[in-house]
């Protein structure tokens, strides 16, 4: 009565349903979502680089520096984000440069280095989204008042 699933039928449906929310999430939503995909890959590559799995270790580690590269660094505002934009750029860059060594050398110290500097930014990043809501709530019933 059921068929087997189809891995490509699943990554297709995948592929769009990515691709529908990324047309429907903010920009800060979006950032975050780059800052938990990196966070996800370095923890598979951590995971895969344990059991021997060398193909996944180098996919993750791909994954992870792809999402810095294309996705992170390229949101940066170099000219208008001062030295925000700049130290970030630098994080981002040693950041590259770690998870690289990491995969060459299967080294896992690397790879939590890389994770200890990227998640407290994705933190940061995800309070700063909280402390805004929370401001805009309390904003409302003034300007309803008013």
Partial sequence: MFTAMNPRAASAYQRINVETSMHTIDQHQLVSLLYEGVLNAIATARGALARGDVPTKCNSIAKAVRILEEGLMTALDRKGGGALA?????????????????????????????????API????????????AANDMAQPALMEA
């Fill in 122 to 133: 994705a933190q940061g990043w995800s309070e700063m989204k909280k402390s805004n809501a």
């Fill in 86 to 118: 700049e130290n970030l750029g630098a994080v981002y860059d040693y950041s590259l440069g770690r998870l690289i060594q990491a995969n060459v050398r299967n080294d896992d110290a690397l790879l939590q280095e890389v994770a200890r500097l990227i």
